[in-house]
């Protein structure tokens, strides 16, 4: 075994383990300002994304056109300010402030003042933006209206009154008629229309026939046409005389029999239609005089 000396014992442990400085108080903190400078020079930038130009085109317009339609926002919204007239603003914001020097005004009245200067502030705003283009309002008489047309009338009435001498004084020729004055003169009221008779109701009348039904015809078409025809034979109606064979087989087939049935059955409904008549007329005359009746009421 290779034995060492304690020298190099040494030296071997001192080169095996790590080597820790030894710092002060001043010498420690400009340790940590050398180590924090070299990581701020260490880290690395981001790197720059690649920019779509499609992207920033499009977001360029959405914000051109954002800015557009806020402008227009802005003008509609002077434009409608603008219609107010200032001078009424401000007779009511007088009127509320001269309220104001005899008593105190109401929570409702004072937020109305406060309104009132606000809108005033932006209607002059949004007219001076305007400018020209700003509508022009009628500026309000002193005193009232009546008043003023009351002198301008009597001031008119003076002007007309007043004619020079010399005019007076020149002879009106004698084809002309004198003058003759208009005003105040009598004259006769329209004549009132004539009143008109009361009109005339039309009365309406409602009035119906019996149908008369020929039932021979009628029933004749529910007849066979061989029994039409051999009762046409028997009644000597077909154009021919029958023999006697013929006769008395029609006879036997029960044909007179027949016709006897078929008499009967005409005279019945000839009743009938008769009777039906008769109830037709009675109800058209009930109708009659209920109408009579409402109308004398």
């Known amino acids: 075994m290779i034995s060492l000396s304690h020298r190099d014992a040494l030296k071997q442990l001192n080169y095996l383990t790590p080597v820790v400085p030894l710092y002060t108080k001043q010498s420690l903190g400009q340790h940590k300002l050398k180590k924090s400078t070299n990581t701020t020079t260490t880290t690395k930038m981001p790197k720059e994304r690649s920019i779509n130009p499609v992207a920033a085109q499009h977001k360029a317009d959405k914000k051109q056109q954002l800015k557009k339609s806020k402008q227009n926002v802005q003008a509609q919204r002077n434009e409608k300010l603008a219609r107010r007239n200032p001078e009424r603003l401000q007779r009511q914001i007088d009127d509320l402030k001269s309220l104001a020097t005899t008593q105190q005004l109401r929570p409702k009245d004072q937020g109305t003042l406060d309104q009132l ?15 020209e283009k700003a509508p022009a309002f009628a500026k309000r008489r002193e005193g009232g209206g009546v008043q003023e047309g009351r002198k301008r009338r009597r001031v008119e009435e003076e002007d007309e009154d007043e004619t020079d001498e010399d005019v007076r004084n020149i002879p009106m020729p004698k084809d002309t008629p004198p003058p003759v004055p208009r005003r105040n003169q009598p004259h006769q009221l329209p004549n009132k229309p004539a009143v008109s008779a009361a009109p005339v109701v039309a009365q309406t009348t409602y009035s119906s026939a019996p149908v008369l039904r ?14 039409a025809q051999n009762i046409t034979r028997q009644k000597g109606q077909s154009g021919r005389l029958l023999e006697p064979e013929e ?3 029609l006879e036997k087939a029960g044909y007179n029999d027949a016709r006897k049935v078929a008499d009967e059955m005409e005279k019945e409904a000839e009743f009938e239609m008769m009777g039906r008549g008769e109830t037709a007329e009675k109800a058209l005359r009930h109708v009659e005089m209920e109408e009579v009746e409402d109308e004398g009421i």
């Open 247 to 249: 006769a008395d087989k």
């Open 117 to 131: 200067e606000k809108d005033l502030r932006a209607v002059r705003k949004a007219r001076d933006v305007l400018g």
């Open 214 to 227: 020929n039932l021979k015809e009628e029933s004749r078409k529910f007849v066979p046409t061989t029994v």
